[in-house]
């Protein structure tokens, strides 16, 4: 298992953006295909985007493609998401998660071995 630690979150008006950030410990970072969830309250966890180990495969929920965008630095063990075009239904508790053997993509929150303790976003209107 990996360390993870969210960090980026916070409140910002509909329109504007905020980046995510997810920092790994230890030296099998590239070894994970990493995710972003978020939790909605009351509700489970959903996938928002996933990154191959390489980064040359990425897949996202419906409802942010063309607004979020994932990315991954495996020389600094960290895993990014930036968010724009945000709107109040993208409200919710943002966590990353590290998946090793889950496949190239994983979308299931069981595929995911280790799981950062989330970061809150709110975007008022």
């Known amino acids: 298992q990996v360390l993870l630690v969210e960090s980026g979150g916070g409140l910002v008006q509909a329109g504007g953006s905020l980046r995510l950030s997810c920092a790994a410990s230890?030296?099998?970072?590239?070894?994970?295909?990493m995710g972003w969830f978020r939790q909605f309250p009351g509700k489970d966890r959903e996938s928002v985007a996933v990154?191959?180990?390489?980064?040359?495969?990425?897949s996202y929920t419906d409802s942010v493609k063309g607004r979020f965008t994932i990315s991954r630095d495996n020389a600094n063990n960290t895993v990014y998401l930036q968010m724009n075009s945000l709107n109040p239904e993208d409200t919710a508790t943002y966590s990353c998660?590290?998946?090793?053997?889950?496949?190239?993509?994983?979308?299931?929150?069981?595929?995911?071995?280790?799981w950062g303790q989330g970061t809150q976003v709110t975007v008022s209107s």
């Open positions: 998660a590290a998946s090793r053997g889950g496949g190239l993509l994983p979308r299931r929150p069981g595929d995911y071995d280790s």
């Open positions: 230890g030296r099998t970072f590239s070894s994970y295909s």
């Open positions: 990154i191959s180990k390489t980064g040359g495969s990425r």
